[in-house]
């Protein structure tokens, strides 16, 4: 799971203990948290791991999901709950570098997540967890970059039709 250590990735580890899955929580900065909620999963009689990592950077993903296979066994299923809030600014305020950070973190950390965990799971031959995520690369890439494009569009449309 990442972003694991706190708000909903937090209670979504607690979920999936209640439920009997093992829990590999994943956080980037907050190790203590990060910790503390995975003995919370231990508490309820499951085992767990906290893993730091930048989900944007992909050799750090790997080595999580590494992590993961060594500590739990073989993945077979993928939260994808990291992500980060972009200062609230109009389109024209906001720094370019940040548009850049925001979009490796939510939209490529979660893709280089998914690869992943669709790679071991395939080889784990449990392919029904990830059923909308499995599929052509090409036409996910299009699908996807489509789907960022539309947000962008709507919520500048939203932001230049409200006074903020």
């Not at 439920?19 to 309820?44: F, I, K, P, S, T």
């Not at 980060?84 to 490529?108: G, S």
């Not at 893709?111 to 996910?140: F, K, M, S, T, Y």
Request: net charge neutral; aromatic share 4%; glycine share 12%.
């Amino acid at each position: 799971m990442t972003g694991g250590s706190r708000g909903i990735g937090a209670a979504t580890a607690r979920l999936c203990a209640r439920a009997g899955w093992d829990v590999a929580l994943n956080y980037a900065h907050d190790a203590a948290a990060a910790e503390q909620v995975a003995d919370e999963v231990r508490a309820l009689g499951r085992r767990a791991l906290a893993l730091q990592a930048d989900v944007a950077d992909e050799q750090q993903v790997r080595r999580m999901f590494e992590q993961v296979d060594a500590g739990l066994g073989r993945l077979t299923g993928l939260v994808n709950n990291a992500g980060i809030v972009a200062p609230r600014a109009r389109l024209e305020d906001m720094a370019p570098e940040r548009w850049r950070r925001v979009f490796e973190v939510n939209v490529m950390g979660t893709l280089l997540c998914c690869q992943l965990a669709a790679q071991g799971i395939r080889l784990a031959r449990q392919i029904g967890p990830l059923r909308g995520v499995v599929g052509e690369p090409q036409p996910v890439a299009i699908q996807q970059g489509a789907r960022a494009l539309q947000g962008l569009f709507d919520s500048i449309g939203g932001e230049n039709t409200k006074d903020h």
